[in-house]
């Protein structure tokens, strides 16, 4: 079998956004047609939320009007402020858990995101609203785009695909889920807020182009720009790409990935570097994102396969072999340390680096407590990865290796 997987990384910031309430002269309680037109308007459902609480709300929050909540993007803590509104209370969302109003705020930055830990049991989430602006940002640029695709949500992530790629995809998305969530503590598997890790999936070549577009265009409308590629733009260069990844979403070319498998291998990795992505922070190295993500597809599928950056040779084929490439690199005494892996890049990683940040996580990974602590001090800024790994693992870099080598050999 021939490993090889070709994607086009987009390293990105996210610009500061002010986002504020829509600003109405009518002063009577919301109509739920209301609320379905300021949707329509691309409202956010935090923003509609601010009216309600300022206006009160004239419907019952009965099972139809929840379903229309939620296919409008509300979250279930913002429909149970709903049913707080409709019950006659008042509301401040500047004290809610999770409500801040500022849809859209970088992880860390909006206040109470400490608070919204409390909403999801042990882990590091977003607040719920940013998850909702983050998806109403896809559902956007899905629209636009006029691919009509289905949105699946699950546990840990949303998909959206063609109805013969639903089929295909969603049964492993879930197993991976949940083999994931069963390994790896909540500090881990619980760093997405609940479906917030976005995986999109395209047939076609004018599909692709219009996706480019519209996905690019939706952020922009709220204030996030992306600079890549010629003049900053980079919608020329992914146009003729096989995919790329913001920090919340990845989008998968199909057409240029060749066979069913390829695209499957591809959603089970974003899933992983998603996850990875939030639970990992900002400072984390590119190695244990792309480390994991390569993890997660090997728990998918018996090996890994993905790299995501483009370069030139990129060839390692044959079944495990990756892991022969590394206990090769072992044998020849290119391993420089346990720590260097931590070092590369993915803009100039090769093959090889991939196959060794790949064995290096799982070694780790085999200690799930373990490689969860590291990766807590790496999120919260209390140590460089490399030194994260000698704390929680109570070893020098000597027996890490002895452990790593065996992992590779075994």
Partial sequence: ?????TWVVLVGMLLAMAVSAPALADDKPVAMSEVGRLIDQDQTPQEVLAVM???GVSFRVSKTAVKRLEKWGFTEAQIE??????AGE???LDSEPGHTGEEGAGEGEADGAGEAKDAFGVGYPNPDDFHAAEQKRIERAVKNAGIGYKRIELTRCTIYCSERRVRALVPMLKKLEADLI???PDSVTNACSPKSAHIVVIDGVSEWRNWVQSCFDSYE??????????EADPRPQLVAGGGYMLPYATATHADKLGNNEAVARNVAYSLGHLMMGQAGGEGQPDGLQTGFGDLAEAMAHGTPSVMVYSYEKRELEGEDAWKRTVAQLFKDKKIKGPAAPWTYETSTMKPEHYAEVWSLVSTLAEAPEKFAEAVGMVRNKE????????KSYGMDDRKLMGIWHKWVNR
């Fill in 383 to 390: 140590a460089p990865m490399a030194d994260a790994v000698r």
């Fill in 90 to 92: 008042k509301i401040d």
């Fill in 81 to 86: 402020l709903v049913r707080k509104i409709a």
């Fill in 221 to 230: 409308k709220d204030g996030i720009r992306y600079s890549f590629g010629p």
């Fill in 53 to 55: 609480a300022e206006r």
């Fill in 182 to 184: 069963a390994k790896f």
């Fill in 1 to 5: 079998m021939k490993c090889v997987r």
